[in-house]
T-cell receptor, first 118, second 111 residues
Framework: GAVVSQHPSWVICKSGTSVKIECRSL??????MFWYRQFPKQSLMLMAT?????????EQGVEKDKFLINHASLTLSTLTVTSAHPEDSSFYIC??????????????FGPGTRLTVL | QQQVKQSPQSLIVQKGGISIINCAYE??????FPWYQQFPGKGPALLIA?????SEKKEGRFTISFNKSAKQFSLHIMDSQPGDSATYFC??????????FGTGTSLTVIP
């Protein structure tokens, strides 16, 4: 399958700081990227959908000023958690869909980023 | 409203046995049904997927059975191995839009 990378794999930061997470599609062009949040032993919760070159579409209840998403190229999307607080601690996962995949519905997931806010 | 319902929440199977996880959906517009496997601390990995024009799809030890009239689909893992111990998620989507995930099934295969 296609490969999606995320960086960093884990990050610890102090409350009030901002953290940027990168999501890259390595072997295909990601026209759409999705950002998810996952709590322990729970399912994936979609935060936002971003299409390359367009503003992200946020799910209800997700603060777009707090979770800034940029999808400036067909291989890179970033999620910035601004003024992070302990309640933002979670596992953040991106997925990508796009050109060159066997099925246009396919989504390939990154390995996730564990964010811990102290 | 949960778009995709998944059961059971957890499953324990003996090595060599068959693991069966079920999902049900409501939206008849869904046209793509994937299954993902997730190990702790890792992202989900696509296992196998099916479209509603096919009733069954098999890849190695993994088989999806699809019942369009009942709006149900299931994952069968044949000859289950301890290395299959993970959390499995079903999902559904239509026209390349967002995935609606099930709540997940924690599978434990005991030697």
């Amino acid at each position: 399958g296609a490969v999606v990378s995320q960086h960093p794999s884990w990050v610890i930061c102090k409350s009030g700081t901002s953290v940027k997470i990168e999501c890259r599609s390595l072997d295909f062009q990601a026209t759409t990227m999705f950002w998810y949040r996952q709590f322990p032993k729970q399912s994936l919760m979609l935060m936002a959908t971003s299409n390359e070159g367009s503003k992200a579409t946020y799910e209800q209840g997700v603060e777009k000023d707090k979770f800034l998403i940029n999808h400036a190229s067909l291989t890179l999307s970033t999620l910035t958690v601004t003024s992070a607080h302990p309640e933002d601690s979670s596992f953040y996962i991106c997925s990508a869909a796009g050109l060159g995949l066997a099925d246009y519905n396919e989504q390939f997931f990154g390995p996730g980023t564990r964010l811990t806010v102290l | 409203q949960q778009q995709v319902k998944q059961s059971p929440q957890s499953l324990i199977v003996q090595k060599g046995g068959i693991s069966i996880i079920n999902c049900a959906y409501e939206n008849t517009a869904f046209d793509y049904f994937p299954w993902y496997q997730q190990f702790p601390g890792k992202g989900p990995a696509l296992l196998i997927a099916i479209r509603p024009d096919v009733s069954e799809k098999k890849e190695g030890r993994f088989t999806i059975s699809f019942n369009k009239s009942a709006k149900q689909f299931s994952l069968h893992i044949m000859d289950s191995q301890p290395g299959d111990s993970a959390t499995y998620f079903c999902a559904a989507s239509w026209a390349g839009n967002q995935f609606y995930f099930g709540t997940g099934t924690s599978l434990t295969v005991i030697p």
